[in-house]
Structure formats: structure tokens, C-alpha cells
Nanobody
Framework: VQLQASGGGLVQAGGSLRLSCALS????????MGWFSQAPGKEREFVAA????????YYADSVKGRFTISRTNAKNTLYLQMNSLKPEDTAAYYC??????????????????WGQGTQVTVSS
């Protein structure tokens, strides 16, 4: 399984970005997926997660109400819509996947597959 994240960039505070994550390889399995962020010198942090069918989502308190996670299984693609961006959102964002048909995961250790990361920089 390979994950390819894209969509990062430089944006002013208050702006928006939409990240995408394309899954390839064993697309016949069912995957729970998530987004994590990592700023320089900090540990990787949970941002948002979604169940295989998209019916259940979960967000870190810091992004609740500003970010939306979604997926299109027909295209094997995961999204993260980021609105009202703040300078503290600046980080590399990673998508992740784990075989699961019925739940989401917050713990990064539960995920088996990771994308390469896409950089989001929010200027003040």
C-alpha cells in the first residue's frame, strides 16, 4: 500500500487549504484513515480520523470546527479541508491508513501505512 499526500503550501492566517491523500496498491481492502501533523522539534500529533465508510469522524480539539476530514472510496482518496488556518497549524501533514472496516483510530501506532507528508505553512 502506498499513500501520496498533496495540497500543502503557504497561506496567510485565516485562509484555507485542501489536502489530498491518494491510496494505491491493495485497494481491495477496507482502510480506516487519518491525518497527523508534525512541527519541527515536536512529536507527531493526531489531527483527524475517519472510518472506512466515512460514517464516523473524529477531530483533535485544536482543529474542531475548522477542519473537515472526508473520503471518496471510489477514487481511493482521503481529504482534509482546512479553513480558518492559524500560524500554529504550520507543520508537515501526514496521511495514514490501517485495515479496518468499522472504526477510526487516534493512536498513530495503530496505523500501518504512511504517506510522505505535505508541508503547510501559515503566515501571520
Amino acid at each position: 500500500v502506498q499513500l501520496q499526500a498533496s495540497g500543502g503550501g503557504l497561506v496567510q492566517a485565516g485562509g484555507s487549504l485542501r489536502l489530498s491523500c491518494a491510496l494505491s496498491g491493495r485497494t481491495d481492502s477496507r482502510y480506516a484513515m487519518g491525518w497527523f501533523s508534525q512541527a519541527p522539534g515536536k512529536e507527531r500529533e493526531f489531527v483527524a480520523a475517519i472510518s472506512w465508510n466515512g460514517g464516523t469522524t473524529y477531530y483533535a480539539d485544536s482543529v474542531k470546527g475548522r477542519f473537515t476530514i472526508s473520503r471518496t472510496n471510489a477514487k481511493n482518496t482521503l481529504y482534509l479541508q482546512m479553513n480558518s488556518l492559524k500560524p500554529e497549524d504550520t507543520a508537515a501533514y501526514y496521511c495514514a491508513a490501517v485495515v479496518s472496516s468499522d472504526r477510526y483510530y487516534v493512536d498513530p501506532l495503530k496505523y500501518d501505512y504512511w504517506g510522505q507528508g505535505t508541508q503547510v505553512t501559515v503566515s501571520s
